[in-house]
């Protein structure tokens, strides 16, 4: 077992350190807030190289000794933890946890790396003073009434899991801004109109969505992640006022629409699309970052307007000639890094193309991955 312990008389991981399971791996941070003592534990379990085909010297503990799933890890933890970490614990439930103990303090629960197929209300019901809850990367299906009580959350992260809707009653929860649903199975967009108040960031990347829908009336949300879906048309954000990150890269869009009310946009990423032009950027003027990589777009077009740009990621599309960047972009003095490369603009010319960018944008000091040198 390897065990990290912070400076001082026996503390935390001293206690616990004896309840461990052998290939446990406790780290435990003590700090002092206000003059309580707080303590952030992590338990991670490590696989030995040696421990295949060896065999237990422990005679006549059964077979389920040092099993995750039937012993207490965090047995030997005081009631006042206020964080605890269990990656990669190889936990198939929460029963033997007795997380509700940590009631009246646990704000972070981490369970990441698992193998949780069930979460519910009997396993994390009681904590209701928690803030942040990450179940990324276990097997679940659904949470079922889990999240029902859990009314002072702020971050949720249900990514990497087996989810085919977007968990039911979220609105119940006031305070959540930040919710990541990333590669589950989810085909639409439900659930969380009722946090209009709240909802800041929203990552639904790498699921099986379709349309963009269900998003009405979330003025305060700053982030919409959508990447790696089968979204086939930019529509259903007209009420995401304060929209600053869109990113729907790899869905099978044609047409950039539907963008107008996006008036504070400032980062665009819509590569690898079907997109063949720029256009309907009229009202993005405070866009300072702009991807349509991987597209079949021929020319650099429509962007004179974009006063705030600052970077242009246009490579692997067919664009065939830099005639248009000094009208376009050479006005823009923000305007630094562009991503030309695999173009026939670049296969075509590849000893004068750095030299014509240059000479077009001269306040450019990036092309490529390659620093301009003047």
Same mark, same amino acid.
């Given at each position: 077992?390897?065990?990290?312990?912070?400076?001082?008389s026996?503390?935390?991981n001293?206690?616990?350190a004896?309840t461990?399971a052998p290939?446990?791996?406790l780290?435990?941070?003590?700090s002092?807030?206000?003059?309580?003592?707080?303590?952030?534990?992590?338990?991670e379990?490590?696989?030995?190289?040696?421990a295949?085909?060896?065999?237990s010297e422990?005679?006549?503990?059964g077979?389920?000794?040092g099993?995750p799933a039937?012993?207490?890890?965090?047995?030997?933890l005081?009631d006042?933890?206020?964080?605890?970490?269990l990656?990669h614990a190889?936990?198939?439930h929460?029963?033997?946890?007795r997380?509700?103990?940590?009631?009246?303090?646990?704000?972070?629960l981490?369970l990441r790396?698992n193998?949780?197929t069930?979460?519910?209300a009997?396993d994390?019901?009681t904590?209701?003073?928690l803030?942040? &809850? *990450?179940?990324?990367? @276990?097997? +679940?299906?659904? /949470?079922?009434?889990? #999240?029902?009580?859990? !009314?002072d =959350?702020k %971050? &949720? *992260?249900l990514?990497? @899991?087996l +989810?085919?809707? /977007?968990?039911?009653? #979220?609105e119940?929860? !006031?305070? =959540?801004? %930040?919710?990541f649903?990333?590669? @589950?199975?989810?085909?639409?967009?439900s659930?969380?109109?009722?946090?209009a108040?709240? =909802?800041r960031?929203l990552?639904?990347?790498?699921n099986?969505?379709?349309?963009?829908?269900g998003?009405?009336?979330l003025?305060?949300?700053?982030e919409?992640?959508l990447g790696?879906n089968?979204i086939?048309?930019?529509q259903g954000?007209?009420?995401l006022?304060?929209?600053?990150?869109?990113s729907?890269?790899?869905n099978r869009?044609t047409?950039?629409e539907g963008?107008?009310e996006l008036?504070n946009l400032?980062?665009?990423?819509?590569s690898?699309n079907?997109?063949?032009?720029i256009?309907?950027l009229?009202k993005?003027v405070?866009?300072?970052?702009f991807d349509?990589?991987g597209?079949?777009?021929?020319?650099?077009?429509g962007?004179?307007?974009l006063?705030?740009?600052?970077?242009?990621?246009a490579?692997?599309?067919?664009i065939?000639?830099l005639?248009?960047?000094?009208?376009?972009l050479?006005?823009?003095k923000?305007?630094?890094?562009?991503?030309l490369e695999?173009?026939?603009?670049?296969?075509?010319d590849?000893?004068g193309y750095?030299?014509?960018?240059?000479l077009?944008?001269?306040?450019?000091q990036?092309?490529?991955?390659?620093?301009?040198?003047r």
């Amino acid at each position: 077992m390897t065990e990290q312990t912070t400076a001082g008389s026996k503390g935390v991981n001293d206690t616990a350190a004896d309840t461990l399971a052998p290939d446990a791996n406790l780290t435990e941070v003590a700090s002092t807030e206000g003059g309580e003592r707080k303590a952030r534990v992590v338990v991670e379990y490590i696989d030995h190289p040696n421990a295949e085909g060896q065999e237990s010297e422990d005679e006549g503990l059964g077979p389920d000794a040092g099993d995750p799933a039937t012993e207490d890890l965090l047995a030997g933890l005081p009631d006042e933890t206020d964080d605890i970490d269990l990656v990669h614990a190889r936990l198939h439930h929460l029963d033997a946890l007795r997380l509700a103990r940590f009631k009246n303090h646990l704000k972070r629960l981490c369970l990441r790396q698992n193998f949780l197929t069930h979460i519910g209300a009997d396993d994390i019901g009681t904590l209701t003073r928690l803030e942040e &809850l *990450d179940v990324y990367d @276990n097997k +679940l299906k659904g /949470v079922g009434d889990a #999240l029902d009580t859990l !009314t002072d =959350l702020k %971050t &949720l *992260d249900l990514s990497f @899991n087996l +989810l085919r809707s /977007v968990p039911h009653g #979220l609105e119940r929860h !006031t305070s =959540l801004h %930040t919710i990541f649903f990333v590669q @589950n199975k989810i085909t639409k967009i439900s659930g969380v109109v009722g946090l209009a108040a709240s =909802l800041r960031s929203l990552e639904l990347g790498g699921n099986r969505i379709r349309t963009i829908e269900g998003l009405e009336g979330l003025g305060k949300l700053e982030e919409l992640w959508l990447g790696k879906n089968k979204i086939t048309k930019l529509q259903g954000l007209e009420t995401l006022k304060a929209l600053r990150v869109l990113s729907i890269q790899s869905n099978r869009i044609t047409k950039l629409e539907g963008l107008e009310e996006l008036t504070n946009l400032e980062e665009f990423y819509i590569s690898h699309n079907g997109l063949s032009k720029i256009e309907g950027l009229e009202k993005n003027v405070k866009l300072r970052t702009f991807d349509v990589s991987g597209n079949t777009i021929t020319a650099v077009e429509g962007l004179s307007h974009l006063v705030e740009l600052e970077e242009l990621w246009a490579s692997d599309n067919q664009i065939a000639t830099l005639n248009d960047l000094g009208r376009e972009l050479g006005e823009i003095k923000s305007f630094s890094t562009i991503y030309l490369e695999r173009n026939p603009c670049e296969k075509n010319d590849p000893t004068g193309y750095r030299r014509k960018i240059m000479l077009a944008l001269p306040q450019v000091q990036q092309i490529d991955a390659t620093y301009a040198r003047r």
